[in-house]
Every structure is written in C-alpha cells, then in structure tokens.
T-cell receptor, first 113, second 113 residues
C-alpha cells in the first residue's frame, strides 16, 4: 500500500514550457486535491476533484488545469509555466464520510526560470 | 484574507517540556479542526483532529484544545521529544463532508536536546 505518490519529485522548467504532474493513490479515495506551498503562505488549494470525471477550482487555480480520468489518478497541468509558479506542489486524497483528514503525497519541487 | 492564522512562525522548546502551538480562525462556519505535522522534503501527515462539539481531544502525547468563543485552538505536546521537531499546520473545515481544508501558515517547532 503506497498511499499517495507523486511524479516527478523535482523539475526545472523554462518560462513558457509546459508540464504535467501526476498524482496516484491506491486507497480508493473519492476526493483528490492539488495544493501549492510557498514560504510563509501555508498550503493553498489549486484544484480538487470529488470523483472521477469531475474537477473544481480552489483558491489559486489560475495558470493550472487538471483532469481526473481515473479514480486513482489526478493530473495537474501547467500549459505555459511562469516564475510565479515556482513552488512545492502537494497532492492529497481523502474519503469524506469515513475520516475527515486528507492524506498527502511527498511533494514535487518545481522551479521555473 | 487569512481565515486561519498561526501567528508564531517558530517556537523552541527544551526536550521533556511542554510545547504549545496556537492557531486562530475567523470563519465561524468552521466545524472541524485538524493538526498536521511536516518534516522537510516530505508531505504533511495528519496528527489529531477535533470537532466543534468538543473542547478537548487527546491522543497519547498530543492534546488539542478548542475555544469556540475565542475562535482559538491549541496543540499541546507533552513531553516534547527531538522527533517532534517539524513544521505544524492547523487546518479547518466547515463540516465533516466538506471537501476543502483551509490551512494556516505553519509554526516551525524545534526541540532542544
């Protein structure tokens, strides 16, 4: 049981490049989330999904897109990376109704130059 | 507007003594409160939670206190151990089935041997 995994762990992009971050969970959780963590800002919700095929915007969605084609996977895309998107990205999953807490992946450190 | 605030960015405590981490919130709709612990280069891990119908919840060395009238919660760690050195985030949710958590900015706890 791996829990929540994220790929890749590190990435450096040039401004304007695109990339996709992959999150996978093996806990059969319905809900999945993408957060970013910046110094002094805590964790801020980018997008989330309450089930396969559904997504919704969080607090800071601009510049990101997401897809949830399979229940176990949640993808975060950056179409045209900007230096302001330099951050650590965390994926999480949860099963509301059973336990309130979210389970987090190890994070992806992204640098945009 | 920061709905969940952790006003102390850092805290140092002697090993064996009590660590007290504080969190204030402004949203009166928050009904569930959680504490997460985060080590460097890892994702946050769930520590303890409390519902608004309680004023205290205990789990081993960790106790969370909730003062609804003051919109304040605190995490007590007794006795503090070197492995407790980490960043602690408080988080809040409007109800048990709500998919969104609002996080504070974190407090870095250092336990001095």
């Amino acid at each position: 049981n791996a829990g929540v995994t994220q790929t890749p762990k590190f990435r450096v992009l040039k401004t304007g490049q695109s990339m996709t971050l992959l999150c996978a969970q093996d806990m059969n959780h319905e809900y999945m989330y993408w957060y970013r963590q910046d110094p002094g800002m805590g964790l801020r919700l980018i997008h989330y999904s309450v089930g396969e095929g559904t997504t919704a915007k969080g607090e800071v969605p601009d510049g990101y897109n997401v897809s949830r084609l399979k229940k176990q996977n949640f993808l975060l895309g950056l179409e045209s990376a900007a230096p302001s998107q330099t951050s650590v990205y965390f994926c999480a999953s949860s099963s509301p109704g059973l336990r309130i807490e979210q389970y987090f992946g190890p994070g992806t450190r992204l640098t945009v130059t | 507007d920061q709905q969940v605030k952790q006003n102390s960015p850092s805290l140092s405590v002697q090993e064996g003594r009590i660590s007290i981490l504080n969190c204030d919130y402004t949203n009166s709709m928050f009904d569930y409160f959680l504490w997460y612990k985060k080590y460097p280069a890892e994702g946050p891990t769930f520590l303890i939670s409390i519902s608004s119908i309680k004023d205290k919840n205990e789990d081993g060395r960790f106790t969370v206190f909730l003062n609804k009238s003051a919109k304040h919660l605190s995490l007590h760690i007794v006795p503090s151990q070197p492995g407790d050195s980490a960043v602690y985030f408080c988080a809040s949710s409007e109800d048990f089935g709500n998919e969104k958590l609002t996080f504070g900015t974190g407090t870095r706890l250092t336990i001095i041997p």
